[in-house]
């Protein structure tokens, strides 16, 4: 599925389904040692993907900013290798774009999300763009608009109180 984030159009499906995780790593021609993002509304959407964390990181990301935010953080040791291209974290955020929100919202958990491009090229920031490439493959997508962040989220290490993007 194609959806607007906080700055392009993303790409996500169920996270815990294999063929859909692998169809979604073809799609874009992303090797299968990238690990992926999921996006949730909430943070009980994230609770079964990562380990119990202390309070004053779950504060850190519950923090809303205005800049998105994606985190690294220890993966619970049940998260298949396709969303941590087995390296012990994964990547989650918090979503702020109204719709991604909604979409976490219905569905009643986190999604994968990653920019709407093939590898490499740049992302997606409208649904035309993201239909004219995508559609002929069954991806469906969600008309409305990207959020006004200019760049991708910044990515940080609470743990390390590292920013790595």
Request: hydrophobic fraction near 40%; charged fraction near 20%; aromatic fraction near 6%.
């Amino acid at each position: 599925m194609g959806y607007p984030t906080e700055a392009v159009f993303g790409l996500g499906c169920d996270p815990l389904n294999a063929k859909a995780v692998a169809l979604l790593q073809a799609l874009k021609g992303r090797s299968s040692d990238k690990g992926f993002i999921l996006i949730a509304s909430e943070f009980a959407q994230i609770k079964p993907y990562i380990k119990v964390l202390d309070d004053s990181v779950v504060a850190k990301i519950l923090a809303i900013t205005h800049e998105p935010t994606t985190w690294i953080l220890p993966a619970n040791e049940a998260v298949p290798t396709w969303l941590t291209a087995d390296d012990k974290t994964i990547a989650i955020r918090l979503v702020q774009h109204g719709l991604a929100k909604e979409l976490c919202d219905l569905a009643g958990m986190a999604i994968t999300s990653t920019s709407a491009n093939v590898s490499g090229s740049v992302p997606f920031k409208t649904a035309y763009q993201t239909r004219l490439k995508f559609s002929a493959k069954g991806v469906y997508t969600i008309s409305g608009r990207v959020g006004k962040s200019s760049k991708p989220s910044r990515i940080i290490d609470p743990l390390l109180n590292k920013k790595l993007r």
